[in-house]
């Protein structure tokens, strides 16, 4: 495996077929940052996807496809997209999170007539909406994930990775 343009290393490399075949449950090996500009080694964990909420788990086209992952290794702020050269000592009055303390989660999708389309991951975490003391409040369910969603926008068989 080899770098890319960014730095990032692809952690894994996956098929869709026009079913998009399951993958739920895969791991791959990966080498990322994490925050603290030291290489490290991580997984996509818990790979998950919602086919089975189509007939035959086929995704028509425009149709969601959603795939939902942990990774091994914890990021400092993994709602801050990863700069390198976003760092304290550039800027060190500022109290903001810092580029070098996010992360980027990127899937890059191959369309079948050979189309790259990146689409960026986002850490989700589901809530739950009650009222309290006539206040609305939000309580965290579940525990927090990263997910991607895309809809194909061509029938066919679809290849996608996941970089970090």
Same mark, same amino acid.
């Given at each position: 495996?080899?770098?890319?343009?960014?730095? *990032?290393?692809? *952690?894994?490399?996956?098929?869709?077929?026009?079913?998009?075949?399951?993958?739920?449950? +895969? +791991?791959?090996?990966?080498?990322? #940052? %994490?925050?603290?500009?030291? +290489? /490290?080694?991580?997984?996509?964990?818990?790979?998950?996807? %919602?086919?089975?909420?189509?007939?035959?788990?086929?995704?028509?086209?425009?149709?969601?496809?959603?795939?939902?992952?942990?990774?091994? @290794?914890?990021? *400092? %702020?993994?709602?801050?997209?990863?700069?390198?050269?976003?760092? =304290?000592? #550039?800027?060190?009055?500022?109290?903001?999170?810092?580029?070098?303390?996010?992360?980027? @989660?990127?899937?890059?999708?191959?369309?079948?007539?050979?189309?790259?389309?990146?689409?960026?991951?986002?850490?989700? #975490?589901?809530? #739950?909406?009650?009222?309290? %003391?006539?206040?609305?409040?939000?309580? =965290?369910?579940?525990? +927090?994930?990263?997910? @991607?969603?895309?809809?194909?926008?061509?029938?066919?068989?679809?290849?996608?990775?996941? /970089?970090?």
């Amino acid at each position: 495996m080899g770098w890319d343009k960014r730095g *990032l290393l692809i *952690l894994s490399v996956l098929a869709l077929c026009l079913a998009m075949s399951s993958v739920a449950g +895969a +791991a791959s090996a990966c080498r990322s #940052r %994490n925050g603290t500009g030291v +290489a /490290t080694t991580g997984l996509v964990l818990n790979l998950a996807d %919602n086919r089975a909420s189509y007939p035959e788990g086929a995704v028509p086209r425009y149709a969601r496809f959603e795939l939902s992952f942990d990774l091994s @290794v914890e990021y *400092l %702020n993994p709602y801050y997209y990863y700069d390198p050269e976003d760092t =304290p000592e #550039r800027d060190p009055g500022r109290r903001a999170p810092f580029g070098v303390d996010g992360v980027s @989660v990127d899937a890059h999708f191959v369309s079948p007539c050979g189309e790259v389309l990146t689409v960026p991951a986002f850490w989700y #975490r589901d809530f #739950r909406r009650w009222r309290a %003391n006539g206040r609305e409040a939000l309580e =965290p369910t579940g525990e +927090a994930m990263w997910k @991607v969603r895309f809809a194909p926008s061509e029938v066919g068989l679809y290849r996608y990775w996941i /970089t970090v």
